[in-house]
């Protein structure tokens, strides 16, 4: 049965402190970097008809590392490689004002503040800040492209945390903001798919085996 792979880029330093992540372009750290190779023994086998990857380094590097584009994609030839492409609406919530900030730091100035309810401020030309219900447009249109393939032929998404939630809620038919119900770590592999024609998840969260450090 087909599957959508949902894919989490791996450990970033902001990530690891627990910083909004948005629009800047923030690399693995080696921990990451080792977390996207360990995703390249789950992934071995698979016949991707798709991978869509977020144009941010963090998700190409890891699409990279788990063996799912090429070295040096996108500029590289991608012969022998499943058709890869950068997707820019598989960039992650932009949060605007709150952009590198953490949630203990935010709630200083707003306490009892949510990301999922209460939304961002807006921030500089670079970081103007999105609705839960933009975002939710953005992965409309991924699953549009996404859904008609996984009838048949797996495909893989490789992008962040709170993008891949809200996708997960709009695949289940629910609203934008209830990515909330599903946590998601960095370096994990999830699935979406159907059951009696439904959709359905059929994996979540699922780390890899990383080695003592």
Do not use: C
């Not at 209460?118 to 839960?132: F, K, N, R, Y």
């Not at 038919?173 to 370096?187: K, W, Y």
Request: net charge neutral.
């Amino acid at each position: 049965m087909a599957e959508l792979y949902v894919i989490r880029h791996g450990e970033t330093e902001w990530s690891r402190d627990h910083r909004h992540t948005g629009r800047t372009d923030v690399p693995l750290t080696p921990r990451g970097e080792e977390q996207a190779r360990l995703l390249a023994a789950e992934l071995a086998g698979r016949d991707f008809a798709l991978v869509l990857v977020s144009p941010a380094l963090r998700a190409r590097r890891t699409a990279e590392l788990a063996g799912l584009v090429p070295p040096g994609w996108p500029d590289a030839a991608q012969e022998d490689a499943p058709k890869a492409e950068l997707d820019p609406d598989l960039w992650e919530w932009d949060y605007g004002g709150y952009e590198g900030i953490t949630t203990a730091r935010i709630r200083q100035d707003r306490p009892g503040w949510y990301l999922w309810r209460d939304g961002v401020i807006p921030g500089d030309a670079g970081h103007p800040g999105e609705t839960v219900e933009q975002v939710g447009a953005r992965v409309d249109r991924v699953i549009a492209r996404v859904r008609p393939i996984v009838a048949g032929q797996d495909v893989a998404v490789v992008a962040h945390g709170h993008l891949l939630r809200v996708l997960t809620a709009r695949w289940l038919g629910l609203a934008p903001r209830d990515g909330r119900l599903f946590r998601l770590d960095t370096g994990t592999i999830s699935a979406l798919g159907f059951e009696h024609g439904e959709p359905v998840i059929r994996r979540w969260n699922a780390p890899v085996r990383e080695r003592a450090r």
